[in-house]
């Protein structure tokens, strides 16, 4: 299928929403798109929850080796739709067709690297306690621990990333690495590239004779159908990209359960990028020019878009402003992703320049265009930015906010009533290392990643990568949503105590029948 149906996909079946009936907008012209796609219902939910429940015994024991070939034929699949697939996400989102591309490729690369790290076997990371000890001096029970996937994952589509942190992004890539059937609630505001993403996970499934359950898409409100689902008793966690509104209303849903479960969600960071004296010295011009280059990207619609800039007043500070005014002031606007960011960007904007203590310092230049961003950079006083809770709001858009401190004292002070964040940045010479040194330990503690002369947009997915950050940039800081890392997420340990050797799990059998990396008595190694 080559062109989106409208149809949802439920345990392999195609089902038809009979509820709200929604369109994609082109955000670029306004004009709306076929097909209608029909909201899902109570009911829809239980089916898929039933059928990924059912799935789940069956899908946790299948073969490492199984479950890795279905995230390579997931790929494969994807990357035969590359073209289309790109021409239907740039119709829904407004983003550049050489974006998309480049998010097909960053989709399929991570689902080929967690395959990769399933074939190797170490996501139970098991360990062995062997009675009596190894040295023989004491008698103690026999105690063997792995990890086992948490059950039925919950995952939310995003806006800003119709690919990868979509249908099969991040958090679903991860929870199926872990072994755990995913259902997902799918946005509305690229309803047709999920329904094609949808089809090549599904045929996957299919095509490997994993369970159907294994995967299931539904579309509908976060209200009924999204609570819905995470209230639902066989989902066991949630996985979410998107509004700290939106996250905080599904945090609280899944709270109130009679049995909560955890939702890993990545909702809101201004990014603070801090600029020290000698590297504005030295580089102000290259500062500025990356900075702005940075904050206009993609319309400013990354999660770690550089929304806040922190530094100490002087003449070094201010020829970093001008230049940055210069280019900012020059920046044509970009089309947002959707005609409800853009209002919702304008809005904020209005009410953040309106504030009695931000200054204007430049505006982008204007169009007749519909939906989009028009960048914007503002300046406020440090002593104003820590009386004033409102200016540490994000604004989901290229703008930000220079925060102008009187030394490096009220720098740090600024750096220690910071919000949780997914970055933080530090622009310094060798002649600041003293100071970075003293507002590291600070940064550690506020963000996910911090990065030193670079910028944060653009997430590396790696093995090292951490998106992720004390909250409100995450509802829980242990984990990451990029990255390897992310599986463990879906996982939790379990240890069996003398139970006999013919039912323990092979990972932690007697000899080591896999092979596998553990640790026995402390000690590391395939023993």
Known sequence: MTRPTGHMLVAGTEIAGKGAGIRAVDPATGQTLEPEFGHGSPADVDRACTAAEEAFPVYRAAPRNDRAALLDRIADNIDALNETLVERAHSESGLPKARLTGEVGRTTGQLRMFASLVRQGDLEAPRVDPSPAADGSRSRPDIRQRRIPLGPVAVFGASNFPLAFSVAGGDTTSALAAGCPVVVKAHDAHPGTCELVARAVTRAVTELDMPAGTFSMLFGSGPELGTALVTDPRIQAVGFTGSRSGGLALLAAAQSRPRPIPVF????????????????????????TGFVGSLTSGAGQF??????????????????????ADSVAASEPSTMLTPDIAHAYADRLGELAAHPSVEELARGTGTDRPNTCRPALLATDAGEFLADESLHQEVFGACSLVVRCRDAEQLREVARNLEGQLTATVHAATADHPEAAALLPLLERCAGRVLFDGWPTGVQVGHAMVHGGPFPATSDSRGTSVGTLAVERFLRPVAYQDVPEALLPDSVAPGNPEQLWRRVDGEPGRH
């Open 265 to 288: 969600a990545e909702m809101s960071s201004t990014n603070p990028v801090f600029l020290l004296p000698n590297a504005l010295a030295e580089r102000a011009g290259d500062i500025a």
């Open 303 to 324: 999660c770690t878009n550089p929304g806040l800039v922190v530094a100490v007043d002087g003449p070094e500070l201010r020829e970093f402003l001008s230049a940055a």
